[in-house]
């Protein structure tokens, strides 16, 4: 069992940066895949990016360039560092985790998940 508890998310202005945190509970963490997604009002949740527990990442293309997936397994966490933001990156953003060594970038794929955190993003 994985617990995963985010953190990071707020208000800034488009352009601004923000990075998000995903503290995950167990000792296994290495060996987990983790993800983050997000989901506007109104919308289905949507991959945004994902990393391998070897550090492979990939990206959604609507966040390539702008964000950057990371992990630290001495510390049990990963972080989504974003920046150059935009009013429609505005969500509440999810992590979660799978344990499996490949990238997973479905949400199906995934089998906990954090509570979430707003991100909004003012023009």
């Known amino acids: 069992q994985v617990q995963l508890v985010e953190s990071g998310g707020g208000l800034v202005q488009a352009g601004g940066s923000l990075r998000l945190s995903c503290a995950a509970s167990g000792r296994t963490f290495s060996s987990y895949a983790m993800g983050w997604f997000r989901q506007a009002p109104g919308k289905e949740r949507e991959f945004v990016a994902a990393i391998s527990w070897g550090g492979s990442t990939h990206y959604a293309d609507s966040v390539k360039g702008r964000f950057t997936i990371s992990r630290d397994n001495a510390k049990n966490t990963v972080y989504l560092q974003m920046y150059s933001l935009k009013p429609e990156d505005t969500a509440v953003y999810y992590c979660?985790?799978?344990?499996?060594?490949?990238?997973?970038?479905?949400?199906?794929?995934?089998?906990?998940w954090g509570q979430g955190t707003q991100v909004t993003v003012s023009s």
């Open positions: 979660a985790a799978a344990y499996t060594i490949l990238v997973l970038t479905t949400k199906h794929q995934y089998d906990y």
